[in-house]
């Protein structure tokens, strides 16, 4: 069965300072996907990025940057020069594709991240 | 070009009532999932439909009922409401298959059940 494990309840941080969200996941599938959302205090869920399990290559996507593992089965996400607006619940979640059936998405706990001016 | 959207916003409804939660997918896509999430907790896998068929289903009783239109959207049927389906809602769409696509999501539905 698939899981999905965010250990970090609730980070804080002063502005400026980089944080680490950390996710660490359970496959039985050697195909499946993974995925950071985030969700502000109103409510909606963010799409930040999507990643297969075929390409453990690392991403930059400006102050974000994701690190996935196989090894460890981890998928952690750094925000760098954290910002006020940053603050929110950030959730990852997984996604094993199965025949004739769709893509149900399994999620961690979250992690509130407070960002401090 | 519109997001998913959902309705009502707020809903407060009392024990053993019924409730329905519609949604419309984003443009270009053609399921629907629903989730729900209790307050500090992730969100949930309820059910999703594509081609107005259920095709999945998360560990919900059959209270939990849904319906998918021609047109895509979507609603959500509770019946003999508990204390416990106090929460979130939430509604998200994306491109049926086992391609991984991403479900983008729409602002929720918040039922509180008293």
């Known amino acids: 069965a698939q899981k999905v494990t965010q250990a970090q309840t609730e980070i804080s941080v002063v502005e400026k300072e980089d944080v680490t969200l950390d996710c660490v996941y359970e496959t039985r599938d050697t195909t499946y996907y993974l995925f950071w959302y985030k969700q502000p205090p109103s409510g909606e869920l963010v799409f930040l990025i999507r990643?297969?399990?075929?390409?453990?290559q690392n991403e930059i996507s400006g102050r974000y940057s994701w690190n996935f593992q196989k090894s460890t089965s981890s998928f952690n996400f750094t925000i760098t020069a954290s910002q006020v607006v940053d603050s929110a619940v950030y959730f990852c979640?997984?996604?094993?594709?199965?025949?004739?059936?769709?893509?149900?998405?399994?999620f961690g706990g979250g992690t509130r991240l407070m960002v401090k001016p | 070009d519109a997001g998913v959207t959902q309705s009502p916003t707020h809903l407060i409804k009392t024990r053993g009532q019924q409730v329905t939660l519609r949604c419309s997918p984003k443009s270009g896509h053609d399921t629907v999932s629903w989730y729900q999430q209790a307050l500090g907790q992730g969100p949930q896998f309820i059910f999703q439909?594509?081609?107005?068929?259920?095709?999945q289903r998360g560990n919900f009783p059959d209270r939990f009922s849904g319906h998918q239109f021609p047109n895509y959207s979507s609603e959500l049927n509770v019946n003999a409401l508990l204390l416990g389906d106090s929460a979130l809602y939430l509604c998200?769409?994306?491109?049926f298959g086992t391609g991984g696509y991403e479900q983008y999501f729409g602002p929720g539905t918040r039922l509180t059940v008293t």
């Open positions: 990643r297969n399990s075929f390409d453990e």
């Open positions: 979640a997984l996604s094993e594709p199965h025949n004739n059936a769709g893509n149900m998405l399994t």
């Open positions: 998200a769409s994306s491109l």
């Open positions: 439909y594509y081609e107005e068929e259920e095709r």
